[in-house]
Nanobody
Framework: QVHLAESGGGSVQTGGSLRLSCATS????????MGWVRQGAGNEREAVAA???????TYADTVKGRFTISQDKNTASLDLQMNSLKPEDTGMYYC????????????????????WGQGTQVTVSS
């Protein structure tokens, strides 16, 4: 059974940084796509970053140049470094993953993912 557990959320001021981490267990798929999806106050969901088993990465235009996704296969973890944070980055951030890597990209949208963590809250104040 796949389990994803996020950590690292919190409150920062505009321009600050946070690093989110996702610990995974039970993830036995050799080819996969993992990423981060956020849900804002209006309940809209947005896939912000995705990375596949081979290290190919895509970002949403809203975070490109500010966020960096990375994975550590040795520790089975996924990170999201968030810099130059803005109030519009506020939301619940979910670690997500799939059973395959077919066309892994943020453009696939939030519904593409099979597995979801419980989420970690990020709040950016102006």
């Amino acid at each position: 059974q796949v389990h994803l557990a996020e950590s690292g959320g919190g409150s920062v001021q505009t321009g600050g940084s946070l690093r989110l981490s996702c610990a995974t267990s039970g993830y036995t798929y050799d080819r996969y796509c993992m990423g981060w999806v956020r849900q804002g106050a209006g309940n809209e969901r947005e896939a912000v970053a995705a990375i596949d088993f081979d290290g190919r990465i895509t970002y949403a235009d809203t975070v490109k140049g500010r966020f960096t996704i990375s994975q550590d296969k040795n520790t089975a973890s996924l990170d999201l470094q968030m810099n130059s944070l803005k109030p519009e980055d506020t939301g619940m951030y979910y670690c997500v993953g799939t059973r395959s890597a077919m066309r892994c990209a943020v453009a696939r949208g939030p519904d593409y993912y099979d597995f979801w963590g419980q989420g970690t809250q990020v709040t950016v104040s102006s």
